[in-house]
Every structure is written in structure tokens, then in C-alpha cells.
């Protein structure tokens, strides 16, 4: 091997290297999982779905759209209980802009996010605005322990 060429197949180690994430068990399509994750929470609260439950923290802290308290798990399970009990249903949801940070084995999801959702009587309301998610993987899953939602306004 030329010395030419092993210079370039080293800086090209190097750069892969450099770009690695130290102390990371992540699965190597973390991220392609961690957006269909994602979007599985969103479509989860508002469906009620108890799974919701199984991937919000202990700890949780909800931030919302408007204003008033923060939620914690429960308040968050019980709110998503009631909208799917007051017969109320996603219409639409895009993420139009999303990117992420990894540190480790936690990784921060910053989004744009559209939605639309239709009363029992078949109001329907449109929301835009942004969120800031954080997600962890721990023992081969991810734990949702936050998210604060803004008008982006």
C-alpha cells in the first residue's frame, strides 16, 4: 500500500473515530427507531393508549403548549385518558423539521410539529408549534422523561 494511500484510509479512520459518540450503547439505527418512537408517544396520547405508560419515567416532566402547571406522569396519563374518553381524535400529525443531539445514551429531539385533531361533535382544531423531547436507552428500549411544547411564537 502506498504511503499516499495509507495517509488517506488513517485520516479517514480518524475522522470516523472522532465522530463516534464514547460511552453510547445505542443500537446502530438509533435514530431511525428513536423517530418512529417518537411519533408512536404523540399518536399514543392522543389515542389513550396505556402503553404510554411504559415509556414516560417515574420522574416525567411535561411541559405544554399553554400555560398552567407541569405535568408529571400521571397528570400526562390522565390527561391523554381524558381526551380519548371525550371521543376526540387525531386527524393529522407531521414533524416537518426535526433534528437531534446525541450524548451518550440519551438523545435530545428538537421538532416543528403540525397537528389536527377533531372533537366527538367534529370540530376540528389546528396546533403548530415546536418540541423539545428527550429521549433515553435503557436495558434495550426507549424511556421518555420529558418534552416542553411551545407556539414557536
Known sequence: MSAFR???VSVG?????ACAKPGSSLPADWSAQLLTVREQVW???????PRLGEMLTDDFVGI??????????ETTLAGSKEFAASGSKLVS??????T???????????????LKFASAAG??????????????????RWLHPGWHLDSGQ
Open 13 to 17: 479512520l480518524l475522522s470516523v473515530l
Open 43 to 49: 399518536r399514543d396520547w392522543f389515542d389513550g393508549n
Open 123 to 140: 370540530e376540528e382544531t389546528a396546533q403548530r408549534g415546536r418540541a423539545t423531547e428527550v429521549f433515553v436507552w435503557k436495558d434495550g
Open 64 to 73: 405544554g403548549f399553554g400555560a398552567g402547571p407541569w405535568d408529571t406522569k
Open 6 to 8: 495509507l495517509a488517506g
Open 93 to 98: 400529525l407531521t414533524f416537518p423539521k426535526t
Open 100 to 114: 437531534t443531539q446525541q450524548m451518550g445514551d440519551a438523545v435530545i429531539v428538537y421538532s416543528d410539529y403540525e
